[in-house]
Nanobody, 126 residues
Framework: VRLMESGGGSVQAGGSLRLTCVASGFVYTKACMAWFRHTPAKVHEGVASISGVGSILYKDSMKGRFTISQDNAKNTVYLEMKSLKPEDTAMYYC?????????????????????WGQGTQVTVAS
């Protein structure tokens, strides 16, 4: 299993970025995909998730600003981020797993994310 993130960078507050995660090595359409982030304050939290059938969940504070989507033909999941704030500064990770297991309260999701990418850094300047 391999997950490769890209699209991070440095932007001004109010700006936008699109993160991309290309997956390989597993049956993508049967997996649950998610974006997590690890902040400078060492908070690790779920941002958004999307199941193989397209069910989507967001952390409440991301709703309306972040959009997760996927292209099953390309084994790729995206995270569109707009109206970025300095507090969105973090390392963003793509993860894949199966439904059921650990409770990710911020997403309202029970899942077991066993595979993670290396991350892509997002820095938002004020």
């Amino acid at each position: 299993v391999r997950l490769m993130e890209s699209g991070g960078g440095s932007v001004q507050a109010g700006g936008s970025l699109r993160l991309t995660c290309v997956a390989s090595g597993f049956v993508y359409t049967k997996a649950c995909m998610a974006w997590f982030r690890h902040t400078p304050a060492k908070v690790h939290e779920g941002v958004a998730s999307i199941s193989g059938v397209g069910s989507i969940l967001y952390k409440d504070s991301m709703k309306g600003r972040f959009t997760i989507s996927q292209d099953n033909a390309k084994n790729t999941v995206y995270l569109e981020m707009k109206s970025l704030k300095p507090e969105d500064t973090a390392m963003y990770y793509c993860a894949t797993g199966t439904v059921g297991g650990r409770h990710y309260r911020e997403l309202g999701l029970f899942a077991d994310f066993g595979y993670w990418g290396q991350g892509t850094q997002v820095t938002v300047a004020s």
